[in-house]
């Protein structure tokens, strides 16, 4: 079964292709957010199926359009993303409860959540429900002030000002936490399972750099 990120990818892909413009596979790939050989995957796999029809165009370009079978193909790919996305979201919202609960029960109640994308409007609806506050999101990257009132840190707060961090970052994870975790008392950076962590220590263990 395809990754919720896939099915994006693919649908985000029939949609730049359906008002039937002139278009070069770098300008598909970068209304996608995808290589140029993925792109061109794509293409190869939408004509085989029927999905798409390609014209030539003056000065070695394309035209491609979506037959009625790829309008077809967009719709059910859409409904397979929003199903994905429902259970997706009930999933996270799930995994950072339970990590709320684990925190409340360490008398933890002050967190730092780690990013300000979708994760961290997911993971404030599930602190909602317990007795935790958001003091905060650290995002040097974004361009927010806020996410759901809760203000955007550039520059990780005083360690006094929380009890836990609480990883949201869905774009670079891993990344984020070998940054961030050698900076904080061991056990007070959680992530949920969904971002597949490797703890420093596994990695140190494993002959790796933390």
Same mark, same amino acid.
């Given at each position: 079964?395809?990754?919720?990120?896939?099915? %994006?990818?693919?649908?985000? @892909?029939?949609?730049?292709? !359906? &008002? =039937?413009?002139?278009?070069?596979?770098?300008?598909?790939?970068?209304?996608?957010?995808?290589?140029?050989?993925?792109?061109? $995957?794509?293409? %190869?796999?939408?004509?085989?199926? =029927?999905?798409?029809?390609? %014209?030539?165009?003056?000065? %070695?370009?394309?035209?491609?359009?979506?037959?009625?079978?790829?309008?077809?193909?967009?719709?059910?790919?859409?409904?397979?993303?929003?199903?994905?996305?429902?259970? @997706?979201?009930?999933?996270?919202?799930?995994?950072?409860?339970?990590?709320?609960?684990? $925190? *409340?029960?360490?008398?933890?109640? &002050?967190?730092?959540?780690?990013?300000?994308?979708?994760?961290?409007?997911?993971?404030?609806?599930?602190?909602?429900?317990?007795?935790?506050?958001?003091?905060?999101?650290?995002?040097?990257?974004?361009? +927010?002030? +806020?996410? =759901?009132?809760?203000?955007?840190? &550039? *520059?990780?707060?005083?360690?006094? #000002?929380?009890?836990?961090?609480?990883?949201?970052?869905?774009?670079?994870?891993?990344? #984020?936490? !070998?940054?961030?975790?050698?900076?904080?008392?061991?056990? #007070?950076?959680?992530?949920?399972?969904?971002?597949?962590? #490797? +703890?420093?220590?596994?990695?140190?263990?494993?002959?790796?750099?933390?």
């Amino acid at each position: 079964m395809p990754t919720r990120a896939e099915l %994006k990818t693919r649908l985000d @892909f029939l949609q730049s292709l !359906e &008002r =039937g413009e002139v278009v070069s596979q770098l300008t598909l790939s970068q209304r996608v957010g995808a290589s140029v050989g993925l792109v061109n $995957a794509l293409l %190869k796999r939408a004509v085989h199926k =029927g999905y798409v029809k390609v %014209k030539a165009a003056p000065y %070695k370009r394309f035209a491609y359009y979506l037959t009625p079978k790829g309008f077809t193909e967009k719709s059910q790919l859409v409904v397979a993303y929003l199903d994905h996305s429902l259970d @997706f979201f009930r999933d996270a919202r799930d995994q950072y409860r339970d990590l709320f609960l684990q $925190a *409340e029960a360490r008398r933890c109640r &002050r967190v730092l959540l780690i990013g300000a994308g979708e994760l961290a409007e997911i993971a404030m609806l599930a602190a909602s429900e317990t007795d935790v506050e958001i003091i905060g999101i650290l995002d040097p990257r974004t361009n +927010r002030d +806020r996410v =759901g009132g809760v203000r955007v840190l &550039r *520059e990780l707060p005083d360690r006094a #000002t929380f009890d836990l961090a609480v990883l949201t970052d869905a774009s670079s994870p891993q990344a #984020t936490f !070998e940054r961030l975790a050698p900076g904080l008392a061991p056990a #007070t950076m959680l992530a949920p399972e969904l971002l597949r962590i #490797t +703890r420093l220590e596994t990695m140190s263990a494993a002959g790796g750099t933390p």
